[in-house]
């Protein structure tokens, strides 16, 4: 499986293993048919300098529902915050 970044710079690809959420355990590939996922950066893209090279260990691979969890607050959420927030038996309201 491969992560196409696209840039005004430049393109690169890097091989993932999964395309599980690493939030909430989705498989879009075991419920689709379709590997489909989206990729959230863990340093907003804002705060990062201009010629900054983006990593796999510099995003999270997440559902699209997680994902836009993740982008309700400003600054976002942390990957371990959305977590916590579906351990079973947790109150979700705020």
């Given at each position: ?9 430049h ?72 977590r ?11």
């Amino acid at each position: 499986m491969w992560v196409t970044r696209q840039s005004r710079q430049h393109s690169r690809e890097e091989s993932v293993d999964s395309w599980v959420c690493e939030v909430c355990g989705f498989d879009a590939y075991a419920v689709y048919g379709e590997d489909y996922c989206k990729v959230h950066h863990l340093t907003p893209l804002a705060d990062l300098e201009e010629e900054s090279k983006t990593t796999l260990e510099d995003v999270a691979i997440v559902c699209a529902n997680c994902h836009r969890i993740i982008r309700v607050d400003c600054p976002p959420l942390t990957i371990e915050e959305i977590r916590q927030r579906l351990q079973p038996g947790r109150n979700l309201a705020r």
